[in-house]
């Protein structure tokens, strides 16, 4: 505003100076350099909503009510009813301040919101610029106010867990007295965009930039008055003492270039669902740095209605001038938790985990009423209201797949279930991450087509024997070993730990003998004997071979058609280059990737590694072990 051409006495200066320094204190906190470089005393910058300056003005990261529209439209995505709120106060005896705004849901994520500020006096002095010195008193009266219509909107991205929004907003000012004061009258347009961040429930993190591109309101008179940006920083953290019980602590940061940066921090304490109490300390920029006061609140609910106290005195700018506020809002009917439901969350495991130890961490939250028991695959496990989450240890005893329930009961006798898949797959000590072949090793192992060693090893670099080729045919057929079998070959006596799998694979046709009655069980397999072992078992088809499979393999080797037909169905992709190398002994590292090439194999290989089917509810054994 600028008014020219008017002239008063010392004494009628320094009342109407004490006037105007009352209205500039409480609507832009730093009168003096707000009008220095001519930025626009914003309303705002009172506090919107009875509930917020009782805390201080800390709210950006808790904004969930009709109040949002004015502090951080990103709130708008959280809306899940109408809201409405209203405010009125009488600043300092002084300034008439009027909040009115309301949201209403345009889906369950995103919602519109509108509302106005109003802020004005009246009975300002005017006196005649004829006679300066004169103390008969103001020639006229005049009022100054300003005003802000706001249109928003918001939303959220539940599985980011974000919030955003932003608002229109006109802005104008203006006055009357005379005709200096009412061409002082401007108005503009500007935006404020926000977002919120909510990791869990009981965090979230804000930011919202108030007129980040600047602008500017447009006088009568040709002076420009540009619109302060603000970026505001702050945090909300809930604490849930007992099911009735609530306590959130807020702190905020207002920068802006040029000036202090100024810290607001609050907190409120639901005594009960119905009744909160706050505290708060506000600070704003003030001529000579920094103002700090002190804020209290109350609040009631009652039929989806909340009528809001707050108290906050001027400290260090009008000492003996105190503001009390007061807000209606229509927050919504309160939901029966019978109608909440109950919300079961499952933070660990992750669903379709592959593992490989024999117990899991299961652990969540459950929301939404008193919860009377939390089981995991039928047995009862701890649950704690203070952090509403339950954690325990279940045991997986047996490799291959695993279905892990959680339910939940609440004292309404409410029952919610979710439930997670398991994959734990064998594990042999010596069979590093980086192994070439773990997972055919790990798959064929689980499945129950090889085995290691007592000591938990695999030993993927030994050579593989006839009796150990032997089993691992009969192992992929699923045929079982009887524990008395007949001994067919008298050098695999019945003491021999493969007796069982050797008879079973002679009496499958599977394997031979030697003319003198021997089976010469520990003799070693080359990689050309393997193959044609292999690609028998499998019943793949024989052609005759024109070109060398491999650089070391003719075509009139013996081998040759076995591996030419295992080449080309995939059973010899690890071998790398050009040679073969058939005589060498095969280790049993390569006669398990080979082996898991065939149909067999690749069946049951294909069925342990679908999550679409094989996992079973099983109610464990009270062996569960809590952990809280």
């Known amino acids: 505003m600028k008014i020219n051409d008017i002239h008063m006495t010392r004494k009628q200066g320094e009342a109407l100076v004490k006037k105007f320094a009352t209205i500039a204190i409480v609507i832009i906190a730093i009168a003096g350099s707000a009008w220095a470089d001519l930025t626009v005393p914003d309303p705002l910058r009172i506090g919107v909503g009875a509930r917020p300056l009782g805390m201080g003005k800390a709210y950006i990261a808790l904004a969930e009510d009709g109040d949002c529209v004015f502090i951080n439209p990103a709130g708008l995505g959280k809306i899940n009813g109408p809201k409405v709120t209203s405010m009125y106060s009488s600043v300092m005896g002084d300034v008439n301040y009027i909040v009115l705004g309301g949201a209403y849901p345009a889906s369950p994520t995103s919602a519109f919101g509108a509302g106005m500020v109003l802020s004005n006096t009246a009975g300002i002095p005017i006196y005649s610029s004829t006679d300066p010195g004169s103390a008969a008193g103001a020639s006229a009266m005049g009022s100054w106010g300003s005003q802000v219509l706001f249109a928003s909107y918001g939303m959220s991205i539940p599985d980011a867990k974000l919030s955003f929004g932003g608002s229109a907003k006109y802005m104008t000012q203006g006055g009357s007295g005379n005709a200096s004061i009412e061409a002082a009258s401007a108005s503009g347009l500007s935006v404020d965009v926000g977002a919120i961040y909510s990791p869990n429930d009981n965090l979230s993190l804000a930011v919202t930039a108030q007129n980040p591109l600047g ?341 009139r080797h013996w081998a040759a058609k076995y591996i030419q037909a295992a080449k080309e169905a995939g059973m010899l992709s690890y071998v790398q280059g050009s040679r073969l190398r058939p005589k060498e002994e095969v280790n049993r590292a390569e006669s398990v990737e080979m082996m898991s090439k065939t149909t067999v194999a690749i069946r049951m290989i294909n069925d342990l590694l679908s999550w679409d089917k094989g996992f079973e509810f099983e109610l464990s054994r009270p062996t569960i072990r809590a952990g809280l």
């Open 215 to 555: 602008g500017k309101l447009e006088s009568g008179n040709a002076v420009s008055n540009s619109l302060l940006p603000v970026i505001k920083v702050g945090g909300k953290y809930t604490i849930l003492p007992n099911e009735s019980q609530k306590i959130n602590l807020a702190a905020d940061a207002d920068i802006v270039k040029g000036r202090n940066t100024t810290l607001h921090a609050g907190a409120e304490y639901y005594l009960t669902p119905n009744l909160a109490v706050r505290a708060g300390l506000d600070q704003d920029p003030a001529p000579a740095g920094v103002e700090t006061n002190p804020t209290l609140g109350l609040g009631i609910r009652s039929s989806g209605f909340e009528f809001n106290y707050a108290y906050h005195p001027y400290v260090q700018a009008i000492a003996d001038n105190s503001t009390h506020y007061f807000s209606v809002s229509y927050v919504g009917p309160d939901k029966p938790v019978e109608e909440a439901g109950l919300e079961l969350s499952i933070v660990k495991p992750v669903d379709k985990s592959v593992i490989y130890a024999d117990n899991i961490e299961v652990s969540g939250t459950v929301k939404g009423g008193k919860v009377s028991a939390v089981k995991v695959n039928g047995i009862t496990v701890p649950y704690d209201t203070f952090t509403k989450s339950f954690r325990a240890n279940l045991p997986v005893d047996k490799v291959g797949k695993k279905l892990v329930v959680v339910e939940a009961v609440n004292d309404k006798g409410k029952v919610v279930k979710d439930s997670r898949k398991l994959l734990r797959l064998v594990q042999f000590s010596d069979i590093n991450d980086n192994f070439w072949a773990k997972k055919p090793i790990e798959h064929t192992g689980t499945v129950g087509l090889v085995q290691g060693y007592p000591d938990g090893s695999f030993k993927p670099g030994k050579a593989l024997t006839r009796a150990e080729l032997a089993t691992l045919l009969v192992r992929a057929e699923g045929v079982k070993v009887s524990s008395n079998a007949p001994v067919v070959f008298k050098d695999v006596k019945g003491n021999h730990w493969a007796v069982g799998y050797v008879e079973a694979a002679y009496r499958m046709g599977l394997i031979k003998g030697y003319p003198d009655g021997k089976f010469r069980p520990n003799n070693r397999i080359n990689k050309a004997e393997a193959v044609a072992v292999l690609v028998r078992y499998d019943r793949m088809n024989l052609a005759a071979v024109d070109t060398k499979p491999y650089d070391d393999v003719a075509t």
